[in-house]
């Protein structure tokens, strides 16, 4: 079976070096906030050329703490898109705020200016924040939404849970906003061997304010100068993650080599829409979604033939049971892409042979057809 992802292929290729940080992690006696946690904050701020980095539990709490010491909460409301992890949406009711929803950009699937700025102009003063997701690995669109939010004098954040290194005009994602959130899930671009988020901004104040709330609110030991939670980046995956990040600009380098080869290939196949890169994006590929027509029948045959696949997302947020409030919005552009779209296997370690057998069952499916 070729896997869609693989996040143990991530791990074998750097064994050694992941068991001997386990292992020093363990043998130091120290399992909680302690120097491999304080060491990959500071190395992680230095790779997205940032001055701070808050680690916390996982992404979808690292959004919460980003919105929280914003001081966004009860009776705000915070734009997104439809097509992100529903995580993105959970953390903004966590806060406390109720989210909306902007349609996105045909071409790279994030948020589109225009959609926002018609929101925006609607007068709604509610609207505090927007989040912007850099989906697949492609970033949003963000001096424009950047222009945009500042006009109307909202907060932007970006959630970069899928695009580590990627980068736009030369800057790395996480420094275009207020503040940007990072997942450390194991299938991410710097993926842990379990939970990790982080939060990265320019802002000491708003660090401060991350530091007491990740950890019950405290400012001084015992002492609870807020209302917190406790959501902390463990040592051990602080310390496994110091070892992926050394590799993350190789991986992602991986992964564009990979997506060239698809888009080659793939690229003899009229009926199928090939990702897209803007003038100036660096795309870090955490996903190589395709666009078809009768994508559940080539999902059907790719899967019969030992290949595996996925949709991202296979419902909208709000067409979700949960979500049923805004079930009679009409996304069009979300929507009707929401019907086509497929990513194909991608990380790093997928070989050769399997990205040959990956070409060549989709073009069995399309055979006659190809050009
Ligand atoms: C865009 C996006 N935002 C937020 C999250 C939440 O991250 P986590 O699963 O670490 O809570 C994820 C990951 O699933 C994601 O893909």
Redesign the pocket.
């Known amino acids: 079976m070729i896997l869609q992802c693989n996040p143990k292929a991530g791990y074998v290729a750097h064994q050694a070096e992941i068991d001997a940080a386990i292992k020093r992690t363990l043998n130091s006696g120290w399992y909680i906030l302690g120097h491999e946690v304080e060491a990959f904050e500071k190395e992680f701020a230095a790779y997205v050329d940032i001055p701070h980095c808050v680690s916390c539990a ?6 919460e703490l980003a919105l929280r010491s914003l001081n966004i909460g009860t009776g705000d409301k915070v734009l997104t898109v439809p097509n ?2 529903v ?2 949406v959970a ?1 903004i009711e966590r806060a406390g705020a109720v989210p909306g929803f902007v349609d996105i950009d045909p071409v790279t699937y994030t948020m589109s200016p225009e959609a926002l700025e018609q929101q925006l102009n609607m007068n709604d003063h509610s609207i505090k924040a927007v989040i912007a ?1 850099h ?1 697949f690995g492609h970033p949003a669109a963000m001096k424009q939404l950047a222009e945009i939010t500042e006009k109307y004098r909202v907060c932007l954040i970006e ?1 970069c ?2 695009a580590h290194g990627a980068a736009l005009d030369g800057i790395k994602v996480g420094n275009f906003g207020e503040i940007a ?1 990072f ?3 194991p299938t ?1 671009n710097l993926g842990a061997l379990g ?3 982080a939060v990265v901004t320019s802002s000491l104040k708003l660090v401060r304010r991350m530091q007491a709330i990740r950890q019950y609110g405290w400012e001084e030991r015992y002492i609870s100068s807020c209302q917190g939670i406790n959501s902390r980046l463990d040592e051990l995956q602080a310390a496994i993650l110091r070892v992926k990040l050394q590799y993350l600009d190789q991986n992602n380098a991986q992964r564009q080599a990979i997506a060239k080869i698809y888009t080659t290939e793939l690229g003899k196949i009229p009926e199928i829409t090939l990702p897209q890169t803007g003038d100036g994006y660096n795309h870090v590929y955490h996903q190589y979604v395709i666009q078809i027509k009768g994508r559940d029948q080539l999902k059907t045959f790719l899967q019969d033939n030992g290949i595996g696949t996925a949709v991202h997302y296979p419902v909208l947020i709000h067409q979700q049971p949960a979500y049923s409030d805004h079930a009679s919005l009409k996304l069009a552009t979300a929507e009707q892409l929401n019907e086509r779209i497929l990513s194909l296997p991608m990380f790093p370690e997928l070989d050769n042979s399997s990205i040959e057998t990956v070409i060549d069952a989709i073009k069995q499916f399309y055979q006659g057809r190809v050009k």
């Open positions: 996982n992404g979808t709490d690292a959004l992100t992890a995580a993105t953390a997701v989906l959630d849970a899928q959130t997942s450390f899930y991410k939970d990790g988020g």
